[in-house]
Each structure stands twice: as C-alpha cells, then as structure tokens.
C-alpha cells in the first residue's frame, strides 16, 4: 500500500508561484510512475503533469506547459511540482497519484493510477 501526502497550496496572486510537494511512504519509489492532476469546482479531474518511473519522460498538460515543472526526489520519496506565472485558472483542488505503468510511460489518464493523496488547494486570486 502507498500512502501519498500533498503539500504546499494555499492562496496566491496571479502572476506569483507556488510549489507543491508530496510525500511517498509504503512502497518502493522506484516502482512507481507518478502524476499530479487537478480538479477545479464543478470540473472533471484533469491531468497536469506526469513522470515516467525512470524520472526520463515527463509531460505536461498543454495549459502548464512552461509554466509549470515536475521533479522526483528518490532520496527523500519526494515529488514536487512548481508552478509558476500562476493564473485564476489553475486554481483547483491538486492531488498526486501512482500508476504502474511502462519504464519510460507517463499517461493522462485518471484511471491509469492507483493510488492517490487526500490533495491540496491551490486558489489563485486575480
């Protein structure tokens, strides 16, 4: 069993940045592809950003691309997401999961992962 634990959200101006972390416990790290998706009110559960279990691949909803980064930590079980140049739109409930997936895949889609953290809020004011 993998417990996940989101971090870092909390409110901020459009324009600023925001980092979120996620702590990995229960299971092996590297075994593991990961994500973070974010759902806003009202909205279905989207992809934002995934890493393959090799840390070689990752990919980006086309919304965050260049704004938004994703990193894994195997030291300290770690995925952090940084999010910069912030916009109204990004604001959502934002959560990490787990997918058993190929060595170098990353998918988009919310069934392809397991295993998900309680999420975090980020709100984004204008």
């Known amino acids: 069993q993998v417990q996940l634990a989101e971090s870092g959200g909390g409110l901020v101006q459009a324009g600023n940045s925001l980092s979120l972390s996620c702590q990995i416990s229960g299971h092996t790290f590297r075994a593991y592809a990961w994500a973070w998706f974010r759902q806003a009110p009202g909205k279905e559960r989207e992809f934002v950003a995934g890493?393959?279990?090799?840390?070689?691949?990752?990919h980006y909803a086309d919304s965050v691309k260049g704004r938004f980064g994703m990193s894994k930590d195997g030291v300290n079980d770690i995925i952090s997401l940084s999010m910069n140049r912030l916009k109204v739109e990004d604001t959502a409930v934002y959560y990490c999961?787990?997918?058993?997936?190929?060595?170098?895949?990353?998918?988009?889609?919310?069934?392809?992962?397991?295993?998900w953290g309680q999420g975090t809020q980020v709100i984004v004011s204008s």
């Open positions: 999961a787990a997918g058993v997936l190929e060595t170098n895949t990353v998918r988009r889609r919310v069934d392809e992962y397991v295993y």
């Open positions: 890493i393959s279990r090799t840390g070689l691949v990752t």
